[in-house]
């Protein structure tokens, strides 16, 4: 199932090649002449669930406010989130947050954080982000605007643990994101045989091909974020209208989750 998203940057819609996020050679792909509420509005008529705001780093609160606000209850919410503030995004209008650098520091699980922010806010209202990039042949977790790699695999047993803490995953290939070269499939697949929790993937979708295509290799269990590639975010390969209809019953090979 598709996804949407509203990824936010210096205040603007924008879309960016994720893995040089926090480089001086930042590669924008895209910025919007339109608001987050639009975008807001838009995912809101066409009752998508579950789409993602993320705040890629300062300055974006104001417009990240606005989006939840124009649709309550319809969005997650990522970005700075930690357990001093994710209370206020949830009364804001988040149905989740995306927490993952906060419950990690020094590249290792911070257990006592990640238990202390479910007890505040309830696992059925957070969402894991366990972003990564691959080393050799594992993937591992990234931390920091995706540049500090940690220790943790993303594997079964790490997903399996994790399912205890919140109600989904949200997971960027980091070494695709933003370049519209085609999905991580290995990644894809691994995730459709390893995730106990509803997941969403992000990285690399071109087409609509892309997107029948996490759903059969994900077993149906993994959802897709299309970004860069997306009519409405400047791109070619996908148009919105597209990924609305394939989320209508009957119109994706596999059906709704």
């Not at 936010?8 to 987050?36: C, D, P, Y």
């Not at 993602?52 to 990522?78: D, F, K, M, S, W």
């Not at 700075?80 to 995306?98: D, M, P, Q, Y």
Request: glycine fraction near 12%.
């Amino acid at each position: 199932m598709f996804r949407p998203c509203i990824d936010l940057h210096e205040g603007k819609v924008k879309q960016i090649v994720g893995g040089t996020l926090g480089e001086a050679g930042l590669r924008t792909n895209f910025v919007s002449e339109k608001s987050a509420v639009w975008f807001a509005e838009l995912y809101r008529r066409d009752c998508l669930q579950g789409g993602h705001v993320i705040q890629l780093g300062a300055g974006n609160e104001t417009e990240a406010r606005a989006a939840l606000a124009a649709y309550p209850g319809g969005l997650h919410l990522g970005g700075g989130v930690n357990l001093a503030n994710a209370g206020e995004w949830l009364n804001a209008g988040a149905s989740h947050v995306i927490v993952t650098s906060w419950v990690f520091r020094e590249g290792r699980v911070d257990w006592t954080r990640l238990k202390e922010l479910v007890k505040t806010i309830g696992r059925d209202r957070l969402v894991l982000d366990l972003s990564c990039r691959k080393r050799g042949e594992k993937y591992f977790v990234v931390t920091d605007r995706w540049q500090n790699f940690t220790n943790l695999e993303v594997a079964e047993e790490t997903l399996q643990t994790f399912s205890s803490y919140c109600a989904e995953f949200l997971i960027h290939a980091v070494d695709v994101e933003g370049l519209c070269r085609g999905i991580d499939k290995e990644l894809v697949e691994k995730l459709g045989r390893w995730s106990p929790l509803p997941t969403t993937y992000a990285g690399g979708a071109n087409s609509l091909a892309d997107l029948a295509a996490v759903t059969q290799l994900g077993g149906g269990k993994i959802d897709l974020t299309i970004g860069s590639a997306l009519d409405i975010f400047g791109g070619q390969g996908v148009t919105y209208a597209e990924c609305v209809n394939f989320n209508r019953p009957g119109k994706s090979s596999l059906g709704a989750r």
